[in-house]
C-alpha cells in the first residue's frame, strides 16, 4: 500500500481510482497503514512526482500508464525486512540470501497484509474480501488453502518456515 498525497485532491481520487483498477493498491487516507509514502504536486503544466531520489516531471497532458510506470519503477526494487527476508511488494518477491521467489497475486496480497498488521494481525474476512471482492459465499478454506501454499512455497525454494498464527479470525505473522 503506498500513501499519495497531492495538492490537488479531484486528480488524486482519479488517480487512486485508476490505481486501484490495476489492482495496485495506493490510498490518501493518512490514517490507514501503509508501506511507502509519496507525493505529486500538480499545476497547469505538470505534475511533480516527489521521489526518494530525485524529483520526476510529467509535462500535462500525460497518459495514465506513463504516470503508473513512473510511480511502479519508483517502489520497485524498495524493500521491507521480515526478520531474515527481504520483502518487495512491489515486485511481489522475497528474497533470502541471494535465493528470490516471486509471489502471485493472492500471495502478495496475503504478505502485504500480515506485514502492515504485524502488530494485532489481519482479520481473515477482511483479506478474503481483498483477493476476492465479487465471492458471494465466503469460504475462508479456500483462504486457508493459499495461506498453506505461501507458506510451503517459502519453505521449498527459501528453507525457512514462515510462521503465520490463525487465531480467532485473525492472522498473524511471527517474526524471529
Given at each position: 500500500?503506498?500513501?499519495?498525497?497531492?495538492?490537488?485532491?479531484?486528480?488524486?481520487?482519479?488517480?487512486?481510482?485508476?490505481f486501484?483498477?490495476?489492482?495496485?493498491?495506493?490510498t490518501?487516507d493518512?490514517?490507514?497503514?501503509?508501506i511507502?509514502?509519496?507525493?505529486?504536486?500538480?499545476?497547469k503544466?505538470?505534475?511533480?512526482?516527489n521521489?526518494?531520489?530525485?524529483?520526476?516531471?510529467l509535462?500535462?497532458?500525460?497518459?495514465?500508464?506513463?504516470?503508473f510506470s513512473?510511480i511502479?519503477?519508483?517502489?520497485?526494487?524498495e524493500?521491507?525486512?521480515?526478520?531474515?527476508?527481504?520483502?518487495?511488494?512491489?515486485?511481489?518477491?522475497?528474497s533470502?540470501?541471494?535465493n528470490?521467489?516471486?509471489?502471485?497475486?493472492?500471495?502478495?496480497?496475503?504478505?502485504?497484509?500480515?506485514?502492515?498488521?504485524?502488530?494485532?494481525?489481519?482479520?481473515?474476512?477482511?483479506l478474503?474480501?481483498?483477493?476476492?471482492?465479487?465471492?458471494k459465499?465466503?469460504?475462508?478454506?479456500?483462504?486457508?488453502?493459499h495461506?498453506?501454499?505461501?507458506?510451503?512455497?517459502?519453505?521449498?525454494?527459501?528453507?525457512?518456515?514462515?510462521?503465520?498464527?490463525?487465531?480467532?479470525?485473525?492472522?498473524?505473522l511471527?517474526?524471529?
Amino acid at each position: 500500500m503506498i500513501l499519495i498525497l497531492c495538492n490537488d485532491n479531484f486528480y488524486l481520487n482519479q488517480i487512486i481510482n485508476l490505481f486501484n483498477q490495476k489492482k495496485f493498491y495506493v490510498t490518501n487516507d493518512k490514517t490507514t497503514k501503509y508501506i511507502f509514502k509519496l507525493n505529486l504536486y500538480l499545476d497547469k503544466n505538470q505534475i511533480k512526482i516527489n521521489s526518494p531520489n530525485n524529483p520526476i516531471f510529467l509535462n500535462l497532458p500525460f497518459s495514465f500508464e506513463q504516470l503508473f510506470s513512473e510511480i511502479k519503477n519508483l517502489y520497485m526494487d524498495e524493500f521491507v525486512n521480515l526478520g531474515k527476508l527481504k520483502y518487495r511488494p512491489i515486485k511481489q518477491s522475497l528474497s533470502l540470501n541471494n535465493n528470490l521467489i516471486n509471489l502471485n497475486f493472492i500471495h502478495n496480497v496475503i504478505m502485504i497484509n500480515l506485514m502492515l498488521n504485524l502488530d494485532i494481525g489481519v482479520d481473515k474476512i477482511f483479506l478474503y474480501g481483498l483477493i476476492w471482492p465479487n465471492d458471494k459465499d465466503i469460504q475462508i478454506n479456500k483462504l486457508d488453502t493459499h495461506i498453506t501454499n505461501l507458506k510451503n512455497k517459502i519453505k521449498n525454494e527459501l528453507k525457512i518456515n514462515l510462521k503465520i498464527i490463525s487465531n480467532a479470525g485473525f492472522l498473524k505473522l511471527c517474526i524471529d
